[in-house]
Nanobody, 116 residues
Framework: QVQLVESGGGLVQAGGSLSLSCAAS????????MGWFRQAPGKQRELVAT???????NYADSVKGRFTISRDNAKNTVYLQMNSLKAEDTAVYYC??????????WGQGTQVTVSS
C-alpha cells in the first residue's frame, strides 16, 4: 500500500532548469531506495538517478554534473533538480520507490519537454 505522486515538470528551453518532486505515502519502510526514471518517445525506460535512505546517490552518465537528486525522509519526498537541460532530456519522468525485490512502486509520471 504505497502511492507515489509526482509534481513539477513542464516546458523549458534548452539550457534552462526544472525541478521535480515526488511524495510517497503508505506503508513505507525506513530503509529504501527512491529514484527517478524516464522514458522518451520510442525508447525504453532508463534510470536517471537513485538515492538510498542513507543519502548515497547514483546517476546515469548522461545526467552527471547536471542533475541532482535529494530526499527528505521526514516528508517521504524525493526531488530531482535538473540544470542545463538538453532536448534529449525530453521524456516522461517516473518516480520509483524500492523496498525489496517484490516491493517496488511507481508514480504515474510527469512530462518534461525541453525545446531547442
Amino acid at each position: 500500500q504505497v502511492q507515489l505522486v509526482e509534481s513539477g515538470g513542464g516546458l523549458v528551453q534548452a539550457g534552462g532548469s526544472l525541478s521535480l518532486s515526488c511524495a510517497a505515502s503508505g506503508n513505507i519502510f525506513s530503509i529504501n531506495t527512491m529514484g527517478w526514471f524516464r522514458q522518451a518517445p520510442g525508447k525504453q525506460r532508463e534510470l536517471v538517478a537513485t538515492i538510498r535512505s542513507d543519502g548515497s546517490t547514483n546517476y546515469a552518465d548522461s545526467v552527471k554534473g547536471r542533475f541532482t537528486i535529494s530526499r527528505d525522509n521526514a516528508k517521504n519526498t524525493v526531488y530531482l533538480q535538473m540544470n542545463s537541460l538538453k532536448a534529449e532530456d525530453t521524456a516522461v519522468y517516473y518516480c520509483n520507490l524500492r523496498q525489496s525485490v517484490v516491493m517496488n512502486y511507481w508514480g504515474q509520471g510527469t512530462q518534461v519537454t525541453v525545446s531547442s
